[in-house]
């Protein structure tokens, strides 16, 4: 059976949350989907003891996905970045409204839906935002981007995607011209507060380590 709204978000945010390579903790969930640390725990305990168990959980140590979990929360990934690729390309949505009307959608829309859309697309490879798009057979593409806030003064690169589904931000770096495919330049670096002062195109920005950490680029 398909996994109810409740668990495809779990799933998902316990996939964001461990891409780095290190298990979720509780009280990160809890934040995340804006819930109490006994709910996410009741629910991680449920999620173990599904058959097959779509979590492995051990008190105090974290949360990570089975095989079966990241399955079910990469298929939602890809109906959720299916779906923001389609309302920006066909229905004229902007890449700071897209996020919501997405969530809703992620979980209603058929594997059928789902195919058409991505046919009617083109098989986009990446969402608005830039961020990979799972293959249909449920596998994350391998990135090779590396953090803005990596890079130093003279070094340059390609922007390829931005972590946030934050309006305000998203609004905000489409003002400074920083959104996917443009290339960037370092012209500065301050190892006090570890600003960047970026150019793109002709302009000059500073930014800190609250947005460089969400821009991704391909180092040139």
Same mark, same amino acid.
């Given at each position: 059976?398909?996994?109810?709204?409740?668990?495809?978000?779990?799933?998902?945010?316990?996939?964001?949350?461990?891409?780095?390579?290190?298990?979720?903790?509780?009280?990160?969930?809890?934040?995340?989907?804006?819930?109490?640390?006994?709910? !996410?725990?009741?629910?991680?305990? #449920? &999620?173990?003891?599904?058959?097959?168990?779509?979590?492995?959980?051990?008190?105090?140590?974290?949360?990570? &996905?089975?095989?079966?979990?990241?399955?079910?929360?990469?298929?939602?990934?890809?109906?959720?970045?299916?779906?923001?690729?389609?309302?920006?390309?066909?229905?004229?949505?902007?890449?700071?409204? !897209?996020?919501?009307?997405?969530?809703?959608?992620?979980?209603?829309?058929?594997? @059928?839906?789902?195919?058409?859309?991505?046919?009617?697309?083109?098989?986009?490879?990446? @969402?608005?935002?830039?961020?990979?798009?799972?293959?249909? @057979?449920?596998?994350?593409?391998?990135?090779?981007?590396?953090?803005?806030?990596?890079?130093?003064?003279?070094?340059?690169? #390609?922007?390829?995607?931005?972590?946030?589904?934050?309006?305000?931000?998203?609004?905000?770096?489409?003002?400074?011209?920083?959104?996917?495919?443009?290339?960037?330049?370092?012209?500065?670096?301050?190892?006090? @507060?570890?600003?960047?002062?970026?150019?793109?195109?002709?302009?000059?920005?500073?930014?800190?380590?609250? =947005?460089?950490?969400? =821009?991704?680029?391909?180092?040139?």
């Amino acid at each position: 059976m398909k996994p109810s709204t409740s668990i495809q978000d779990y799933l998902k945010r316990i996939y964001e949350l461990t891409e780095n390579g290190q298990p979720a903790s509780t009280n990160d969930l809890a934040r995340e989907l804006n819930v109490k640390p006994a709910s !996410v725990t009741g629910m991680i305990q #449920k &999620l173990a003891a599904e058959k097959p168990a779509l979590v492995e959980y051990q008190k105090h140590q974290g949360v990570t &996905l089975t095989a079966a979990g990241k399955r079910a929360a990469l298929e939602v990934i890809r109906h959720h970045r299916l779906i923001e690729t389609w309302l920006v390309q066909t229905l004229g949505y902007s890449w700071d409204e !897209v996020h919501e009307e997405a969530e809703r959608l992620e979980h209603v829309i058929s594997e @059928d839906f789902e195919r058409r859309i991505a046919a009617a697309l083109g098989h986009p490879l990446r @969402d608005p935002h830039g961020e990979l798009i799972p293959t249909a @057979d449920l596998k994350m593409p391998l990135d090779e981007s590396t953090p803005l806030s990596a890079l130093r003064k003279n070094q340059s690169g #390609k922007i390829l995607c931005i972590k946030s589904a934050d309006a305000d931000l998203l609004r905000h770096l489409n003002e400074l011209g920083l959104t996917p495919n443009t290339s960037i330049e370092v012209v500065d670096y301050s190892p006090f @507060d570890h600003n960047l002062t970026v150019t793109a195109g002709k302009r000059t920005s500073v930014l800190g380590l609250n =947005i460089t950490g969400r =821009i991704f680029v391909e180092k040139k």
